[in-house]
């Protein structure tokens, strides 16, 4: 099985559409994060969480918002979806006491707004 | 705060052929140092890392990079490239002063001709 997972892994959606997006992990790392990749942009920080009780705006927050249900899980919404949130989400995990920090990333969600 | 630059968006090589991918970061001390591979339709895979040490770091799947502290570098390196290897890499930073946070670069999609 896989260790982070995100559902659904592709929604279209309509303009002022609520939506979640759900990531789940496995590997019992307490730092979660939410990605948005677009070409030529590489990926931007949305939100990030080091615990179940802090939750941080990265660069690109608006219009997003997030929830930390457990260690495990991470959902990031759109409470009113517009077109320019077209993109590929993705969650990551890291384990804040492993040298460098290194991210492990789930497969991602393609989200289309019309 | 840091920053990455891959100076190429798109890349073509023959199979068989030698591969260099760069990347270039801004940040005021040693920085963590990272390369990711994305294939179609899947997350990203950590192909090789730098913390310190020697410069010259092997990875996955045949790839290597070298750290260049008086260029601000980290490229990335394969001497005989495969039809499998066509995906996206980016490079990505990470600030030991800011708790590990990564930056990404814009990434480079690479194509191998047959």
């Known amino acids: 099985d896989a260790d982070v997972t995100q559902t659904p892994r592709n929604r279209i959606t309509k303009t002022g559409k609520r939506i979640m997006l759900e990531c789940s992990q496995t590997?019992?790392?307490?730092?979660m994060y939410w990605y948005r990749q677009d070409p030529g942009l590489g990926l931007r920080l949305i939100y990030y969480s080091f615990d179940v009780k802090d939750i941080n705006k990265g660069e690109i927050s608006d219009g997003y918002s997030v929830s930390r249900q457990a260690q495990a899980k991470f959902s990031l919404s759109l409470e009113s979806a517009i077109p320019n949130q077209t993109a590929l989400y993705f969650c990551?995990?890291?384990?804040?006491?492993?040298?460098?920090?290194?991210?492990?990333f789930g497969p991602g969600t393609r989200l289309t707004v019309l | 705060a840091q920053s990455v630059t891959q100076p190429d968006i798109h890349i073509t090589v023959s199979e068989g052929a030698s591969l260099e991918l760069r990347c270039n970061y801004s940040y005021g001390a040693t920085p963590y140092l990272f390369w990711y591979v994305q294939s179609p339709g899947q997350g990203l895979q950590l192909l090789l890392k730098?913390?310190?040490?020697?410069?010259l770091v092997q990875g996955i799947k045949g790839f290597e990079a070298e750290f260049k502290r008086s260029q601000s570098s980290f490229n990335l390196r394969k001497p005989s490239v495969h039809w499998s290897d066509a995906a996206e890499y980016f490079c990505a930073v990470g600030a030991p002063r800011a708790g590990n946070m990564l930056t990404f670069g814009g990434g480079t999609r690479l194509m191998v001709k047959p």
């Open positions: 590997k019992g790392h307490d730092r």
């Open positions: 990551a995990t890291s384990d804040p006491t492993q040298q460098g920090n290194e991210q492990f």
């Open positions: 730098y913390f310190s040490g020697d410069t």
